[in-house]
């Protein structure tokens, strides 16, 4: 089977129109390279291409970039030694990439979101739409709810803002960048990453201020690949589903961060 | 210089320096928020567009002005503080409503959707919000006014840099020629890191990528939110990059995959606010020399985020 071959089994099976032009497309590699293995990761970075490639997988399903910015533009990095180790790592072991981003999130439900869900301790599918009510939670308080998904989660570098004491009931969760909205009927947000100030909307300075004045609004930032890696296992299953013949393994960029 | 003819304003910085003496002042009115608001423009120069991100936040250009309070936000907290010392103008680098351009929607109509929501993700805010109402409330009740200054701020000789730099303990390190690469006193990346978090008094805020043993002197310090080309072109030159904040899967997986490569060096992110708290500490000392009648302090804005256990 080719990388291309399993790209229109994705394509087919994904229950999505697919559209062309986004994020989603080969990044490096030739797609007829036949495949040894597939190894899914939610960052291709170098040291899990490293591990990949000891193991003989061949087939790199990243959820995020490569070349350290959204488009994977190279333009300005031709001479970059990092960029140059890392594409000559790619090229001599004959790696192929590929990005699946746009249609996992677009997915109903997405897999991201159903895969951090249970970050929170939520094995709901029904959870994860991003449109309608928040999804309501036995009672518990904020200062727990972030204990509980600490300890889930393993993380080092997890953020939380406002009241520990606060009572929770009804979250949202949203993936990566993609911060849920802190609408009046939400209490906490649970995401990966979000600009800390002077953005569209200021989660931090507005959970922040909402504990000062006794309201109960929190956040919980999870970091990027802390909400997004699991995603990428619950991909791994599904794949699974429709693809064979091939090894396929899940291989976690990792937390990036220490503390 | 003859007396009938000194300015109002000449007579305040007079007046001023006899306070500062420790002389009571009496029948010297204090300068409105549109007064010290002229200073300042004056005293920073350029342009000051009708549209751009500085300008009035809160509050009357009429007020008068008591005492002035620096910071990166003006956070509720910090409000608090500024009325308890006094202060009833507050100079923000960020905004003070929760987005970039600090405004607030109208509610929407029973029954319909919020409309301009703003950001791709964001909530929209609007005047019945709680937390802006709250927030609004007390600047009112306290005649407090709100002057954002960023743009013209940051661009003020590298100040922004040298106030991080400052705190840091490494203003009088920096490589000449250079804006904000420092030599500081060698030591591991484990020790530097736990010297940021106690010098700028950190909780969950700091994040560090690399090798808790890298050997750190020279530092690139970039307060604010960087973007990945200033990595691209400034990384190789430092073994440390210290930054406000940034995009985390642009920036990080470099730092991760520049490691991967064999190079030590190492990326540390405190926050964007606590990265900005003493630039605006730099901008309490430029503004005493420029509005002089007027008591001038900071108020750090600090780390907003807590750590679960």
Known sequence: MTAREVVELIKKNVGVQWREGGRDTFKIGDPETTVTGIATTFMSTFDMLKRAQAEKLNFIITHEDTWWNDPDNTKSITDNPVYKAKLDFIQKNGLVLWRFHDHQHGRVPDQSVVAELRLAAIDDPKAATSSGAPYVIPETTLGELAAKIQKKTGARAMRVTGDPKMKVTRVRVGPGYAFPRMTPDTEVIIGGEAQEADGGFDYTSYARDAAALGIPKGQIMLGHQVSEEPGMEEFTNWLRGFVTGVPIKWIPAGEPWWS | ?309
């Not at chain 2, 701020?153 to 840099?161: I, P």
């Not at chain 2, 804006?179 to 978090?197: G, H, M, Q």
């Open chain 2, 1 to 309: 210089m003859d007396s009938e003819r000194i300015s109002r304003r000449n007579f305040a910085r007079i007046a001023g320096g006899i306070a500062a003496a420790g002389l009571p002042v009496h029948g010297a009115a204090a300068p409105t928020a549109d007064e010290v608001i002229k200073q300042i423009r004056e005293g920073l120069g350029g342009e000051w567009p009708a549209n751009g991100i500085d300008g009035l936040k809160a509050g009357s250009p009429d007020t008068p002005i008591k005492g002035i309070a620096t910071t990166a936000m003006a956070t509720v907290e910090v409000l608090r503080q500024a009325v308890k010392a006094g202060t009833n103008m507050v100079i923000s680098y960020e905004p003070t409503f929760f987005g970039s351009r600090d405004t607030v929607a109208p509610p929407p109509a029973p029954g319909q959707q919020q409309a301009g929501g703003r950001g791709g993700f964001g909530s929209a805010l609007n005047t019945d919000d709680p937390v802006y109402k709250a927030k609004k409330e007390f600047i009112d009740k306290n005649n407090i006014v709100i002057f954002r200054l960023r743009d013209h701020w940051r661009t003020k000789d590298g100040q922004m840099v040298n106030g991080l730099a400052d705190a840091l303990g490494w203003s009088a390190r920096r490589v000449p020629g250079d804006l904000a690469i420092y030599e500081v006193p060698s030591s591991t990346l484990a020790d530097t890191v736990a010297s940021v978090k106690k010098k700028l008094n950190l909780r969950a805020g700091l994040r560090a990528v690399g090798d808790p043993k890298t050997k750190v002197s020279r530092v690139m310090l970039c307060p604010g939110a960087i973007a990945i080309d200033v990595m691209w072109n400034n990384y190789e030159k430092v073994d440390l990059l210290l930054a406000g904040e940034i995009r985390e899967w642009e920036c990080s997986p470099y730092a991760v995959d520049v490691v991967s490569a064999g190079q030590k060096r190492g990326l540390v992110t405190v926050g964007r606010v606590v990265s900005e708290d003493p630039g605006m500490r730099a901008c309490a000392a430029w503004l005493k020399t420029v509005v002089k009648n007027i008591p001038v302090q900071f108020i750090p804005a600090g780390d907003p985020y807590w750590r679960a256990s």
